[in-house]
């Protein structure tokens, strides 16, 4: 049997048995530039028991480190806590492989993994708060609806601690280190946080909820194991803290100008902005959609105040990065912003009223109407560019004072 790939042991009878994907580069259109991880836990209890599984592609390494602990055909349970391709693409070949006693899942992961896999084996749901005996030990089962599929849920192995979190306090990071305290604070922080911007941001709220009935659930883990990037095992105030504060999206000063430009007018509307957003007291973030990928905007905005979008007019339209960006950024629901649309244009003019119409339908309360300039802008343009900044800023300001 192959035993190149070791497992990690992260508590008495718990050991990361996952997979390491060093080279992707982008994860359903966010873009990982530090890689991945899928994670697996296997439980040396009674019934020894597997949590969660890795995408299809690392099957091998996966089964790998489990047989670098046990023969994994000495598998009884599998626990599904998310149904995403992720984390259940080999699921398939190991239950053939492996033919463990019982595989358990959530009522919407039980649907979700029927309509994924054409599967022989039943799959058991399990309700929330209930408990399951793996002998020598127990596991606690709490949804995590939409955290990140309406599948999710979390286990708790209350013996060890350890919750099983899947998607949730997890980040996209290719490491060596199993461990988030080997890690640099600051990539932990960066990536931390730009995973919740561009995966959970959307359920933010539910986020809330989550933490809260975590608490009232007596669940006091010692170790946090996601499903994605290391494992929390040292200070867990830091991700459950972070969290609380992602959540929350409460404005900050920072205000983030976006734009594409086609002969650089669009630029220095951006610049002039920029400028007049750090003379009144805001602290501009610029991105040029040439240089800068959606995923990282998003990053930005999960901890900014104000969002300023602008785009020049192409053919009647809004540019199409510019688009791509918006359209991303209404689906992931960002909250509690202020904001403004500019854009140079030729003849037409439509791309900043189409801006202006995507912010409102997002609930992002607008300092002021579009800001246009025809063709190049002069120094009257920048001026009205420049006070447009300084208007956020006025507004980012007081609202924080
Ligand atoms: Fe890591 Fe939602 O899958």
């Known amino acids: 049997m192959n035993t190149t790939y070791k497992a990690v042991k992260i508590s008495d009878c718990v050991y990361w048995v996952g997979a390491v994907d060093w080279g992707i580069r982008d994860f359903h259109g966010y873009a990982t530039g530090r890689g991945t991880t899928y994670n ?4 040396m209890a009674d019934k020894i028991t597997l949590v969660d599984t890795v995408k299809a592609p690392f099957r091998e390494e996966f089964l790998s480190r489990v047989a670098s602990v046990v023969d994994p055909a000495s598998i009884d349970y599998i626990i599904s806590n998310h149904s995403e391709m992720d984390h259940t693409g080999c699921l398939p070949e190991v239950l053939k492989t492996i033919r463990p006693e019982k595989v358990f899942a959530s009522s919407m992961g039980v649907k979700a993994l029927g309509a994924h896999f054409q599967l022989e084996q039943e799959i058991t749901a399990v309700k929330d708060g ?11 089962f709490t949804e995590a609806r939409m955290l990140h599929w309406p599948d999710s849920m979390f286990s708790y192995l209350s013996d060890d601690d350890v919750l099983f979190s899947q998607d949730a306090f997890g980040m996209h990071l290719a490491s060596a280190e199993r461990f988030a305290d080997e890690i640099d604070g600051g990539v932990l922080e960066y990536e931390g946080a730009r995973y919740f911007a561009n995966i959970l941001l959307p359920y933010a709220p539910l986020v809330e909820k989550l933490l809260a009935k975590v608490g009232t659930l007596g669940i006091a883990p010692e170790i946090i194991a996601p499903d994605h990037g290391p494992i929390w095992r040292d200070d867990l105030a830091v991700p459950l803290e972070n969290y609380g504060r992602w959540a929350a999206q409460k404005p900050t000063k920072k205000a983030v100008v976006v734009f594409d430009t086609m002969w650089q007018s669009t630029e220095k509307m951006a610049r002039a902005v920029a400028e007049g957003l750090h003379v009144g007291g805001a602290t501009p973030m610029v991105m040029s959609l040439k240089s800068c990928h959606r995923s990282d905007v998003v990053g930005e905005i999960l901890e900014a105040g104000a969002l300023i979008v602008g785009s020049p007019t192409m053919n009647n339209n809004m ?19 202020i904001g403004a649309a500019f854009g140079s244009y030729g003849w037409s003019g439509e791309a900043a009223i189409q801006i202006k119409k995507v912010l409102e339908s997002m609930g992002v309360d607008l300092v002021d109407d579009v800001l246009k300039v025809k063709y190049v802008p002069d120094g009257d343009d920048l001026a009205r560019c420049h006070a447009l900044g300084e208007a956020v800023a006025g507004r980012l300001v007081g609202d924080r004072e």
Do not use: M
């Open 130 to 140: 209930e408990t399951l005996s793996l002998g020598s030990r127990q596991v606690t």
């Open 40 to 43: 697996a836990y296997l439980i």
């Open 319 to 337: 540019f199409p990065t510019v688009a791509d960006i918006l359209t991303y950024l209404k689906g992931l629901k960002p909250a509690n912003l």
